[in-house]
């Protein structure tokens, strides 16, 4: 999974409860990226990051927010948790050699279940 | 607005049986199309990127194709092992990736 982990790998949590998944990577690449995956469609972003404190808001990003205080770590937080947001989550790292052709590479995901 | 559609939704084959799938795509300026593999349970793994029409690139028994409004991914002679869904994403303007649903490839001995 090119140097990518994610944590935890599965959570089970309440409505109206804060969530923080962790995204780490070690291959120092610049641009790094929060997607989800549902049933019907296709990843989808929900945020991304092309340095340290530089953040950009992806297609679906109500109800999340996102840091990175480090290169390798980037942080996907629900505020209050809602039935909508269960969901498997991925994150993606890309290299920033040439931005304009770059692949994504994935970590293995989160899988995510708001009671 | 950039879209992907990948069809069919799901394809079962015999051991040996060749087919393509397809990703039919509307961009502004495309930049580069890319197909991952899935497995399940997993993240999706990089197999190509594709930049302008009549490229291709292959990879054991997967060859990807580009036209100006589709790609192809060939599927040769294929094994079990082969079975996973396949995923289609372009990159335009915008720099973002925009994911087609997928095809569900099920290869039967």
């Known amino acids: 999974d090119a140097g990518i982990t994610q944590s935890p790998r599965h959570k089970v949590t309440e409505t109206g409860t804060p969530v923080t998944l962790r995204c780490h990577q070690t291959e120092n690449h610049r641009y790094m990226y929060w997607y989800r995956q549902d049933p019907g469609h296709g990843l989808r972003l929900i945020h991304y990051?092309?340095?340290?404190?530089?953040?950009d808001k992806g297609e679906v990003s109500d109800g999340y927010s996102v840091s990175r205080s480090k290169t390798e770590d980037f942080l996907l937080t629900l505020e209050s948790a809602t039935s909508s947001q269960t969901s498997v989550y991925f994150c993606?790292?890309?290299?920033?050699?040439?931005?304009?052709?770059?692949?994504?590479?994935f970590g293995p995901g989160t899988r995510l279940t708001v009671t | 607005e950039d879209q992907v559609t990948q069809s069919p939704e799901a394809l079962r084959l015999q051991e040996g049986e060749s087919s393509s799938l397809n990703c039919s795509y509307t961009?502004?300026?495309?930049?580069?199309l890319f197909w991952y593999r899935q497995d399940p349970g997993k993240g999706p793994e990089f197999l190509f990127t594709l930049y302008s029409a009549g490229e291709e690139k292959e990879k054991e028994r997967l060859k990807a194709t580009l036209t100006k409004k589709e790609s192809f991914l060939h599927i040769t002679a294929p094994k079990p092992e082969d079975s996973a869904t396949y995923l289609c994403?372009?990159?335009?303007?915008?720099?973002?990736?925009?994911f087609g649903t997928g095809t569900r490839l099920q290869v039967f001995p």
């Open positions: 961009v502004s300026g495309l930049r580069g």
């Open positions: 993606a790292i890309s290299d920033d050699r040439d931005p304009a052709y770059y692949e994504q590479y």
């Open positions: 990051s092309y340095g340290v404190k530089d953040t």
């Open positions: 994403a372009v990159q335009g303007g915008t720099d973002k990736l925009i």
